[in-house]
């Protein structure tokens, strides 16, 4: 019975072999197209949104020494070094994003970047050397959350802190959270499909020809994405949720609660952490 199955027709017929998903090739095959939409100075949401959050969070950070963790072709890179950090280390599992990072620091000595699994432990630069790291728009794209959470208490030092930027997992799940519009009560709402379970979601994007185009966000609750980072030694101090800086230009008699649901249903959730001492 398990292996046959009924056919329309009410015959038998051999059970198809389930189709074999094919594992994730990570970000290499789109680096492309994503060095492109994030660009030397960010994506909208970047410019607007992530980096200024990241900036405002990380504070004072003259003179210290920073770890962007999963750091693509190093957006944030130049923001640390503008704000004073001493230097930098981008790590990245896509060996292309890690080149479109480093032809675009090959004179500055302070920069560092290098091409490596944030999950795999254990990782030889989390070795205790930096005051403070930040990972943005990451924490879904990595198969093993509290590995990496492991790898960057090992990175820092004793009450080192770190920055962690991502979709709000609660608002933000791709084809499973929606905005809705309430005719009755002229309200824009925002609709969750699914929350409370894992969900490993393929994300479909528009690179160039011959490209691959899929990547994977790993959806987690949020008590899930904290424990991770508790767990590991990295105890949470701050918290930000960030809206999106978009109001619709349609005008009508929905702008209103269009523009009350964008300033009212976070975007990304932003996370101060800690790392307690030994
Ligand atoms: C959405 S991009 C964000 C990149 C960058 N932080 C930014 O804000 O533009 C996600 C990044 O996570 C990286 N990534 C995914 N899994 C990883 C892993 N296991 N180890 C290291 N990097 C990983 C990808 O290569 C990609 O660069």
Known sequence: MDRQRRSGEGGWRPKKKAAKKAPSKGWDPVAAWYDQLVGKGGSDYHQHVVL?????????????????????????????MKAGAR??????????????????FERDRAVRFVVADACAEPSPWADG??????????????????????????????????V??????????????????????R?????????????EIPIKTHPGKGESSETLFYHRPLAEVLNAFGQAGLA??????????????AGGIRSKGEHRAAREFPMFLGLKLVRASD
Request: with cysteine.
């Open 129 to 162: 050397h930096f005051d403070f790291a930040a990972c943005l728009m990451a924490v879904h794209d990595v198969p093993d959350l509290p590995a990496m959470a492991r790898n960057a208490a090992a990175a820092l030092k004793p009450g080192g802190e770190m």
């Open 236 to 249: 949470l101090f701050g918290c930000e949720e960030l809206y999106s800086h978009r109001r619709s230009q």
């Open 164 to 185: 962690v930027i991502f979709m709000h997992p609660c608002f933000r799940i791709p084809r499973q959270t929606h905005w809705g519009w309430d005719e009755g009560r």
């Open 87 to 104: 230097e930098v280390l981008g790590v990245d599992a896509s060996p292309r994003l890690i080149e479109s990072a480093q032809r675009r």
């Open 52 to 80: 200024p959050a990241t900036l405002e969070m990380l504070g004072d950070i003259s003179g210290l020494r920073g770890l962007d963790l999963c750091c693509g072709q190093g957006v944030l890179v130049p923001e640390l």
């Open 187 to 199: 309200l824009q709402y925002r609709r969750v499909d699914r929350y409370g379970v894992d969900l």
